[in-house]
C-alpha cells in the first residue's frame, strides 16, 4: 500500500501564493504518475496537474489550462513529496485539493479514475 498524506492548504487573499504537499509512504517505486485534483462546492472533481518520472527523471508534465503559467507541479525524490507550487491565485480556485498516485505510467494523466492511491484532501480558500 501507498499512503499519501496532504499539507499547505489554508485561507489566501486573491494574488497570494500557497504552496501544497503531499508525502508518500509505504512502497513505492521509481516509476511513479502522480497527479493534483481539485472539487469546487457543486462542482465535479477536475484534473489540476500531473508528473511522472523515472528514478530521478521527470519526463512527463501537464496542466488543465485554467492553472496553466500559474500553477508548478514538481516533486522531491529524496523526501517522497509531490509539490503543488500556486501563484496568482484567484477566487475560482476555492477547492478541496487530493492528490493522488499510481505504479503505472501507460494511461492519460487527467484521468482520475486510473489512480489507485489518494490523499486525504486540503481546502485552499481563496478570498476577493
Known amino acids: 500500500q501507498v499512503q499519501l498524506v496532504q499539507s499547505g492548504g489554508g485561507l489566501v487573499q486573491a494574488g497570494g501564493s500557497l504552496r501544497l504537499s503531499c508525502v508518500a509512504s509505504?512502497?513505492?517505486?521509481?516509476?511513479?504518475?502522480m497527479g493534483w485534483f481539485r472539487q469546487a462546492p457543486g462542482k465535479e472533481r477536475e484534473f489540476v496537474a500531473a508528473?511522472?518520472?523515472?528514478?530521478?527523471?521527470?519526463?512527463?508534465?501537464d496542466y488543465a489550462t485554467s492553472v496553466r503559467g500559474r500553477f508548478t507541479i514538481s516533486r522531491d525524490n529524496a523526501k517522497n513529496t509531490l509539490y503543488l507550487q500556486m501563484n496568482s491565485l484567484k477566487p475560482e480556485d476555492t477547492a478541496v485539493y487530493y492528490c493522488?498516485?499510481?505504479?503505472?505510467?501507460?494511461?492519460?494523466?487527467?484521468?482520475?479514475?486510473?489512480?489507485?492511491?489518494w490523499g486525504q484532501g486540503t481546502q485552499v480558500t481563496v478570498s476577493s
Open positions: 509505504g512502497r513505492t517505486f521509481n516509476t511513479y504518475t
Open positions: 493522488a498516485a499510481d505504479l503505472d505510467r501507460y494511461f492519460t494523466s487527467s484521468d482520475q479514475s486510473k489512480y489507485s492511491y
Open positions: 508528473i511522472r518520472w523515472s528514478g530521478g527523471f521527470v519526463y512527463y508534465q
